[in-house]
């Protein structure tokens, strides 16, 4: 057959293999212990804005086109839209024979400004077409850049924890002994949590406490990322929030709220600013003093030299500044 009818061919049966039903996520999250009514939309709006990015990727669109019609997204749900569409890069790259090798690129040409979704969205991918087989994870994430290459295991363990409401604790897709993955993947199980008890941070947080105690802040972290990331449009519930971790837990916490906070404003920093109004300006000001050392963090971290576990670095020089300094919302 001439190449051009054998890649349409292809292309149709890599699209009916890998693209889903967008009523997917939503029955998976039926029963969701979530706070209540317009908390479980919100999870059902990300899940379903995630999917629409990702099938029309897995479908034949090209990074191109995908960024062309993120306009059709309304403007707070896009960096959920290019986390999925991220993770149709798995699919496009069986249908296009690229390789894995081109995800970087492609995510580039994507949307830099979602740098960190688009690692954990390829993630999400990697632990659904190779699971069980922690060794091939490990060899595509080891090509990867240093310093984002391990939010992989993050999407892994994020879609652990969403695909069995926080049942599932035991990390899965991770080579025996690989400490720094286990970390991240335990960060991405806590942002699950999140999405699973929807703005209760409370019931959350008592999940996390579940998972083997080394991995407890990680589990903590991940929540905070989820809660600044996801609920930015209703920041004047972040006090509570926060107050409802424990104390012991609240630097890891504070630090995964500089992630998501960094995270967004990196996305979309007119809306990031708006979004924050809400709250007191000396509130602002400490938001915007920890992204800021988000950046000195990773900074010095580059300076250095070293990218030896880069990430889990970055994410532990932050927890001491949080412990060192006032907290974000000092108890009342």
């Known amino acids: 057959m001439p190449r051009t009818r054998i890649a349409r061919l292809r292309a149709r049966a890599v699209a009916r293999l890998t693209t889903r039903d967008p009523q997917f996520l939503r029955r998976v999250t039926t029963d969701f212990p979530f706070a209540d009514e317009a908390a479980a939309q919100r999870t059902v709006d990300i899940a379903t804005t995630f999917l629409v990015g990702y099938n029309l990727i897995a479908g034949g669109a090209d990074a191109p086109a995908a960024r062309d ?12 839209y290019f986390e999925g569409a991220a993770m149709g890069f798995g ?3 069986l249908r296009t024979g690229g390789g894995l090798g081109g995800f970087e690129d492609f995510a580039r040409a ?4 979602t740098v960190y979704q688009n690692y954990v969205g390829f993630g999400w991918w990697l632990g659904t077409f190779y699971r069980g087989r922690a060794g091939r994870v490990a060899r595509v ?7 984002y290459g391990l939010l992989c295991y993050e999407g892994i363990g994020f879609r652990q924890g969403f695909m069995s409401g926080g049942r599932r604790t035991r990390p899965t897709d991770i080579r025996r002994g690989d400490v720094p993955a286990t970390h991240v993947w335990y960060q991405g199980y806590g942002r699950s949590l999140w999405f699973v008890h929807m703005g209760d941070t409370a019931a959350a947080a008592r999940s996390a406490l579940r ?9 903590i972290s991940g929540l905070g990322t989820g809660v600044a990331f996801s609920w930015l449009d209703r920041a004047a519930d972040y006090a509570r929030f926060y107050q409802a971790v424990p104390e012991r837990f609240r630097a890891e916490f504070d630090q995964g709220l ?14 990031f600013d708006a979004s924050l109004r809400c709250l007191p300006a000396p509130v602002v000001a400490d938001v915007d003093e920890r992204v800021g050392d988000v950046h000195e963090v990773r900074d010095a971290l580059v300076a250095a030299g070293d990218h030896t ?3 889990n670095a970055w994410r532990r020089g932050v927890v001491r500044r949080r412990r060192s300094g006032k907290p974000l919302f000092p108890a009342r």
């Open 69 to 80: 019609r993120a306009t059709e997204v309304p403007r707070f749900f896009r960096p959920f």
């Open 91 to 93: 699919p496009f790259a």
């Open 110 to 113: 994507l949307s830099p400004a």
């Open 141 to 147: 994430v080891a090509e990867l850049d240093p310093r």
């Open 211 to 219: 998972v083997p105690e080394p991995y407890v802040g990680d589990c």
């Open 258 to 271: 500089s992630f998501g906070w960094e995270a967004r404003q990196l996305a979309d920093r007119e809306l």
């Open 309 to 311: 576990d880069f990430y």
